[in-house]
């Protein structure tokens, strides 16, 4: 018996030892045969081995322990409280104060702790189907085809019952976004659900698209904070028939998405664009941007200005943002962050008087409480969140998202994998995430005396700068409080409120 075991034991492991002793890709197990194995098997659980033993609670990127644990627990409806007392570096530069007022509001929120957005989507073109969005949290584009139909079916199911509108991201519309929640449909460079035979864009093939879904407004992707400047290729194998029939394009065939719009080079063009889609379809229509250029953005505004047509939102996506798939030094080096990014943006619309009319969307790490109130306070109108809302549906950021190995079913096209996830159970959480954080923004704001985050005036705004000093938020980030407190957004807010 004892020599059957060595046997069935020992013979694959001398095998092995043989097997590294003579191959010649792997130097180190050339070295030391068999326990070689375990410096691989490390390398692969490491990032697991970190996240769960070594990392400290707010030490990990993108999200840190706290963070993710906010999430899971708000989106579970569970405990989110925290004990003892902050484990943070109070006085790290750069960190966000809330001045609270000596004698705060005293409301309570309601389930739905509705927050809903100051500006109507399409008010200052007037397009035929403009709308005020109900709430000031949205879920990020995020395609079909980068998550599972699974995901995404959760995702619109949660923001039904959140409110929310739903972002398609750039893979067309499935029946996964047929969950009753309200969709904004993007047209990125593959114009998937837009496209002719030869992959041109066709306002027909648009048409038919929004026809039979729930659309209530198109974002045009010039691109995103993760990726600047370059496309992508969905590979034959992932390309089902869903995902073709989604996207408008044959089955198992390679699908590339070029660098850049082929409708469009410059500014005047990208106008024109806007307002065939806008006058065809009658909806409000947006662009989505990484921001690199400065010229571009003020070019932009100038020429909205002069001619008083042009985009209704403008999303900008900050270069921490998320991605299904890209390369490490687009995601570490290209595009500027996001509190970089924004005051660059509504600044140059604000200098030739746009700010008031376009409706601000912010992105990048901004789905959490603080940092979605802060967004709201320096003149965002809307904060879009994409990984916290995949956190709140399970994803445990693996960061496997490119590999199609998704542990939790979030972002892969497994069917094994997916079946793990439950839609309408993930669907419940992906809402009670969204209302939660709501809620939170909401309890901040009447901490400070405010009825609602973008009313955080400039003295209720710190930051902490070098050394022990303290400065207004305004002026850390270079966003002027007469943009963000201007007459005009503090009426839309009073007008959104009086709504409710
Ligand atoms: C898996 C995944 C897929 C994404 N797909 C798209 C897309 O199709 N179009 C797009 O504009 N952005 C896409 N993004 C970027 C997000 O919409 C968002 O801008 C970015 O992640 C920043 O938000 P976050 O920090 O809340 O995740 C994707 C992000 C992730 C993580």
Request: net charge neutral; aromatic share 8%.
């Amino acid at each position: 018996m004892v020599g059957l075991v060595l046997a069935l034991v020992g013979v694959p492991i001398v095998a092995l030892g043989l097997y590294d002793l003579i191959q010649r890709r792997h130097s180190i197990l050339r070295n030391f045969p068999v326990i070689g194995h375990f410096r691989f098997l490390i390398e692969k659980i490491g990032p697991e081995l970190r996240q769960y033993i070594v990392a400290d609670n707010d030490e990990e990127r993108p999200f840190s322990r706290d963070q993710r644990r906010w999430v899971y627990a708000t989106a579970k409806k569970e405990n989110s409280y925290f004990g003892f007392g902050t484990d943070d570096d109070l006085d790290k530069p750069g960190r966000i104060i809330f001045r609270n007022a000596p004698f705060p509001l005293n409301r309570k929120s309601s389930d739905e702790a509705s927050v809903p957005c100051g500006k109507i989507l399409g008010g200052w073109r007037n397009r035929r189907q403009s709308f005020r969005p109900a709430s000031v949290i949205n879920i990020s584009a995020m395609s079909f085809g980068s998550l599972s139909g699974a995901a995404i079916s959760a995702l619109n199911r949660g923001s039904k019952l959140s409110n929310c509108l739903h972002n398609t991201g750039e893979g067309g519309i499935s029946e996964h976004h047929m969950h009753g929640g309200d969709l904004v449909y993007q047209l990125g460079t593959g114009y998937f659900g837009s496209r002719d035979l030869d992959g041109n864009f066709s306002i027909d093939a648009l048409m038919k698209t929004i026809a039979n879904a729930p659309v209530r407004a198109i974002e045009i992707k010039l691109s995103q904070g993760a990726k600047p400047g370059i496309g992508g290729l969905l590979p034959a194998a992932k390309v089902t028939k869903e995902i073709a029939k989604a996207r408008g394009v044959p089955v198992n065939r390679d699908v590339a998405s070029p660098s850049a719009h082929t409708v469009f080079s410059d500014v005047e063009g990208l106008v024109e664009f806007v307002e065939l889609i806008a006058e065809k379809t009658g909806l409000p229509v947006g662009i989505k941007s990484a921001v690199g250029s400065e010229k571009f953005w003020n070019d932009l505004a100038s020429y909205m200005a002069e001619t008083e047509r042009g985009p209704d939102f403008v999303t900008v996506d900050g270069s921490e943002g998320g991605t299904g798939a890209a390369p490490l030094v687009f995601s570490d080096h290209v595009s500027l962050p996001f509190w970089h990014a924004f005051p660059l943006v509504i600044n140059a619309f604000a200098k030739v008087g746009l700010s008031d009319h376009i409706v601000f969307i912010g992105s990048g790490k901004l789905g959490l409480p603080a940092e979605a109130a802060e967004a709201l306070a320096l003149g965002v109108d809307i904060v879009n969140v994409g990984r916290e809302a995949m956190l709140a549906i399970g994803c445990v950021q693996a960061q496997k998202c490119h590999t199609g190995h998704c542990p939790t079913g979030v972002a892969t096209q497994s069917r094994w994998l997916e079946r793990g996830l439950d839609p309408k159970d993930k669907g419940v959480r992906l809402a009670n995430y969204v209302t939660g954080l709501r809620y939170e923004m909401l309890r901040l704001s009447h901490a400070c005396g405010v009825e609602h985050p973008a009313l955080l005036s400039e003295e209720k705004l710190a930051v902490t700068g070098d050394g022990r000093a303290l400065m207004s938020a305004h002026s850390w980030y270079g966003v002027a409080p007469e943009i963000t407190q201007s007459k005009q957004r503090v009426a839309g807010i009073a007008s959104a409120l009086k709504e409710l």
